[in-house]
């Protein structure tokens, strides 16, 4: 390993899995790693979900252990480690996540004998499945496979890590190259900038057929919605900038509601890649959205976007209030 030290958050439920942190904590100390987990969460005034979102934004990786139990939820019915994971997926920290090999052989003691518990777990896995994964049969065995992954996930997704103050030199070049990236960045948008015909674009009332698909089945499913009322409808998220990650779980919910209206079965709705990026290219090309240009941590690789002045006016006219409203 390197002079730099990776922070690692550790995922989990707790009790049930007591040993199998112990030995990934091991396993992380050895390798000279930061481990940070519930175990270590140090007493403080916050609140315990932004405590723990503001630990994960200072990990350079995050490392999700899954067992028999979905574990605690919040008032919605998700458990903090599902809530954990999706907010490291939207910070774009890089992930591993090991699940067991046999389920069938963890211990009663160990699961959930709730079925709506049992049934959210399944879900839990599947979103799970779609990132990198890796699987255990024990404790032990456990700790010698996250050392390996951790090792090649290093080096396939290196992170700036934590340094001595005598490197705080590199750490401050680190952030000048960010800056001039950025700048950059903006230059070549402006330089991009291509004449289109807005009139022979799809908006206003056109409808555009979405495409997503439901957890627990494979078939893709369709919704058709008018690009003003999409635009109504989620606008309002990227007023002060929002990560892609998160207006793509915005219209996600959306789309959720839009089911509930009509009566279909609850289930969490995951928006098709190349149907969420041609929203975003719509909107750019209608000229109501921009890239987000506030400066951010080092860590923070995700794309931003917020509204341009002609965005905020559609929205402002789609949304307000009239008096034949009230």
């Keep these: 390993m ?34 940070v987990g519930m175990e270590l969460f140090p007493a403080s005034d916050d609140d315990q979900w ?28 998700v458990s903090y480690t599902q809530m954990e994971y999706e907010y490291a997926l939207s910070s774009k920290i890089p992930i591993i996540s090991f699940l067991p090999k046999d389920p069938e052989s963890i211990s009663l003691k160990n699961t959930d004998r709730d079925k709506d518990l049992e049934v959210k777990l399944i879900e839990f896995k599947t979103l799970v499945s779609n990132k990198t994964i890796k699987h255990y049969d024990s404790p032990v065995e456990l700790g010698s496979i996250v050392s390996r992954s951790l090792i090649k996930l290093i080096k396939t997704h290196p992170q700036p890590g934590w340094v001595k103050g005598d490197s705080l030199s590199s750490v401050e070049a680190n952030a000048k190259i960010l800056d001039l990236k950025q700048k950059i960045e903006d230059l070549e ?130 949304r307000a209030i009239r008096k034949t409203d009230i």
């Design 2 to 35: 390197s002079e730099k030290k990776f922070q690692v958050f550790v995922s989990s439920t707790y009790e049930d899995l007591k040993d199998e942190r112990a030995e990934v904590i091991q396993a992380l100390l050895e390798l000279d790693c930061i481990p």
């Design 50 to 77: 932004t405590l723990i979102k503001r630990l994960i934004d200072d990990c350079d990786y995050y490392i999700l252990i899954v067992g028999g139990r979905y574990g605690s939820t919040n008032k919605e019915g």
């Design 189 to 318: 948008e402006r330089l991009n900038i291509f004449n289109v015909d807005v009139d022979d674009l799809s908006q206003g009332d056109d409808i555009y057929s979405l495409e997503y698909t439901l957890s627990g089945i494979e078939d893709r499913q369709n919704i058709e919605i008018s690009w003003n009322k999409l635009f109504e409808k989620t606008a309002p998220l990227i007023i002060d900038e929002t990560s892609e990650e998160e207006y793509k779980k915005h219209i996600q919910t959306y789309i959720e509601h839009l089911r509930s209206t009509k009566g279909l079965e609850p289930r969490k709705v995951w928006i098709v890649t190349d149907f969420f990026k041609q929203i975003l290219i719509q909107f750019k090309a209608l000229g109501l959205i921009k890239k987000g240009s506030k400066k951010r941590s080092l860590k923070d690789t995700d794309t931003y976007w917020t509204l341009t002045d002609k965005g905020d006016s559609l929205m402002t006219q789609l």
